[in-house]
């Protein structure tokens, strides 16, 4: 399959041998790309749009199944949008001379995740006869009863039961041994640097949050006064989504010695051996996966909100007004299984002292437990019911 470059996060970035194979193969991950013909039974397809974080959680279930998962990488129109205003099952929406082909025979089980991939994944459904049971991650668009299982998490207002899994976060199998190669490798690249380690992990805008070059200084001067009272070395990585002021404004202000990766980059990502290497870490707000990585390390995290946390969001004067606003009108009016609120993820680990905010004092009765594992066991479960 094609060589896809950009996958647009830090994760992607750290793993280039998941994506730049046509022919095929096992990867050591355990998901391979492979021809139909030469995939045992089950078939079981994964839909990879243009959201890494979204294909990394299929890729997370393929590997607790314990199957070989076929990735189909899939191109979008500009438009395809429009096509969810009469949501039926098709293909107009991608570009099928760049995209894999989808062909017989059919899959036994699609993963997907993300409004791009659901109409597509129906149209699968449809050609083999309703064999195929689809599996959707996150938040759908259909209606839930167009999939067999929707595996939904805390920060979307979907009500768990029949066919619908409320997971407290993201999905993620990542664990100490998970990691044991990434730290071998990158810890003793930074062996000389002083200890503490702390790891900034920095996203951009999504939905109230607008991670401004204002809130870009307001971080910037947070962690400084961190590194000021612990000492260390700092590693900061951006992301997709960090636009280029923002990262210029949060690097200006930095004072503490840092190593820096900043997206994008001809160079390997370090993000893997930031989450095996951490002695704690500072995430931003608007990254679900970033947040949920880092507390499944087991390691001290602190969040950071780009946002005034006493204004709706809308109304916030340090962000854009614009896209905040549009995030407000069309969480209010949109249907229910559609909205998302990033907060509930949020106030339910500042609850339980998993996390806590940025420059205040962790919680006496707080855990640093890692987290996931019973999320990611809950889900396979129902999925392996399905084959």
């Keep these: 399959m094609r060589s896809v470059q950009g996958e647009g996060s830090p994760l992607a970035a750290a793993h280039p041998s998941f994506f730049n194979s046509r022919s095929g193969g096992e990867f050591s991950d355990g998901v391979t790309r492979m021809s139909n013909a030469a995939a045992a039974t089950p078939i079981v397809w994964l839909l990879k749009g243009a959201k890494a974080g979204d294909y990394e959680q299929l890729r997370v279930i393929a590997r607790a199944l314990g199957v070989s998962a076929i990735t189909k990488q899939l191109v979008f129109r500009r438009w395809e949008l429009l096509l969810h205003a009469a949501p039926r099952p098709t293909l107009a929406g991608i570009d ?19 409004r791009r991939n659901e109409l597509v994944a129906r149209w699968i459904k449809e050609r083999s006869g309703g064999r195929t049971r689809l599996v959707h991650v996150g938040r759908p668009w259909s209606h839930p009863a167009r999939f067999d299982l929707v595996v939904s998490n805390r920060q979307y207002l979907l009500a768990a039961g029949g066919n619908v899994i409320v997971n407290d976060l993201p999905l993620t199998d990542l664990s100490e041994a998970a990691l044991a190669a990434d730290r071998g490798d990158w810890c003793v690249r930074w062996q000389r640097l002083p200890r503490p380690w702390t790891m900034l992990l920095v996203g951009g805008d999504t939905g109230p949050f607008v991670f401004s070059p204002a809130q870009a200084s307001k971080l910037a001067v947070s962690v400084n006064a961190k590194m000021a009272r612990s000492g260390g070395s700092l590693f900061v990585t951006t992301s997709a989504r960090t636009s280029p002021k923002s990262a210029d404004a949060l690097f200006a202000t930095l004072e503490a010695p840092a190593y820096v990766y900043r997206w994008p980059s001809k160079d390997p990502s370090p993000y893997r051996g930031f989450l095996a290497c951490a002695d704690d870490f500072v995430v931003t707000a608007d990254s679900m996966s ?88 809950r889900t396979v479960e129902r999925v392996r019911a399905l084959l």
């Design 96 to 114: 099928v001379e760049k995209s894999d082909a989808l062909e017989p025979p059919w899959p036994d089980l699609v993963l997907t995740a993300g």
């Design 290 to 377: 970033m947040l949920t990585e880092a507390c499944a390390t087991g390691r001290p995290v602190a969040l950071f909100e780009p946002i005034d946390r006493d204004l709706p969001s809308w109304r916030n004067p340090a962000s854009y007004r614009w896209m905040p606003f549009v995030h407000y009108v069309s969480m209010s009016l949109g249907p229910v299984r559609m909205r998302r609120d990033l907060a509930r993820v949020h106030s339910a680990l500042l609850e339980t002292g998993r996390i806590q905010r940025l420059g205040e004092a962790p919680r006496k009765n707080g855990t640093s437990a890692p987290i996931g594992t019973a999320d990611l066991a």
